[in-house]
């Protein structure tokens, strides 16, 4: 694990994003730990991790691309932040764009806000967390139908490490699969329990509830 990925587990627990508890997801599953990237609402928060996106997004995909896209609505302000990071950190310029979950008819007309798209773009979508690819569904088709780009990757924040729609893969394995370009996290949930776990800031009965959790609904690997 990289110094930059343990400062995010640190920095996601601190700010109240990861949870650990009892939790119902939207899914209907009960889960031990839940991630909202909602709580993150100051401006020190907002920086801080368009950092770590960048700092992710250069060690994993690099930085030969132009845009940074993020799905309405929680993605629009992490592509904001995570294109001032990646100037800030590296002095690459790319630009940001994201979509409505409505056509706009007047004004800035259309779907997209930001930066339009243009042929030969290459894009890559940063997410909080993936854990049915519907936004990618979604909003795959509102790219490529905006212009004729080249998506180079899905960035998110947390690998839940789930089975997906599929009942067998990872989310993050079924969104590479389906649409043909990789997938990656700042950090998976397995990295949380060991940086976690190391530090002693993890109970036994925490422990024990994530294991049964993974037992029920953890994924293979592609």
């Not at 409505?102 to 854990?131: A, C, F, M, Y």
């Amino acid at each position: 694990m990289e110094d930059y990925q343990r400062g995010f587990i640190d920095f996601m627990t601190e700010s109240d994003v990861l949870k650990f508890g009892d939790f119902t997801l939207k899914s209907g599953r009960q889960s031990p730990f839940f991630m909202n990237s909602g709580a993150y609402v100051s401006g020190p928060q907002l920086k801080e991790l368009g950092r770590f996106y960048a700092q992710a997004i250069n060690q994993v995909f690099g930085l030969e691309f132009d845009v940074v896209f993020g799905p309405a609505y929680k993605g629009i302000p992490l592509s904001v932040i995570t294109a001032e990071a990646i100037w800030d950190l590296y002095g690459r310029e790319v630009r940001y764009c994201s979509n409505r979950k409505e056509v706009k008819d007047h004004g800035d007309v259309g779907i997209l806000l930001g930066s339009p798209l243009h042929d030969g773009d290459r894009v890559l979508i940063v997410e909080d967390v993936t854990t049915s690819g519907k936004s990618i569904e979604e909003t795959y088709p509102i790219i490529t139908a905006a212009a004729k780009v080249d998506v180079v990757g899905l960035m998110v924040s947390l690998d839940r490490e789930e089975v997906g729609r599929g009942g067998e893969l990872r989310a993050l394995d079924e969104v590479a699969r389906t649409y043909g370009f990789p997938t990656a996290a700042i950090v998976s949930m397995s990295d949380v329990v060991e940086h976690l776990t190391g530090a002693g800031r993890l109970s036994e009965e925490r422990l024990s509830a994530i294991k049964a959790y993974y037992e029920q609904y953890g994924a293979k690997r592609s």
